[in-house]
């Protein structure tokens, strides 16, 4: 996943978990940090931010290459959950992801290489 240094973009992303920095504005993950067969979570790991405060952002989904949500679906090897927020009506407005791994769901190589944050307002 790679981000824009730019905190006048209309969407900030902020990484906070320093172990999951790939250098520049990258979130990498090395898999040979996960536990096999267990669940693994970097919580608070990336921070996402309304930085416009003319726009209302009414919904905020983290998808992989297919446009499955990756949000809560628990049943995936490579999931998200929010762990706190903000209304994202106005600028300041964030959301906190934690990054969940559960190889009890099946093998690593089932995680999706990429992902794309859709923002809609």
Known sequence: MSTQGDASAQL????TDDSLAGGGQTIEFNEQDLNQNATTRYDASFVVTNNDASTTINSLTIEDGSGNSLVGNT???MYFETTGSTPLNSGGGSITYDVV???TNGDISEAPNEITIVAQN
């Open 12 to 15: 900030g992303l902020n990484i």
């Open 75 to 77: 049943s995936r090897v």
């Open 101 to 103: 791994f559960d190889t």
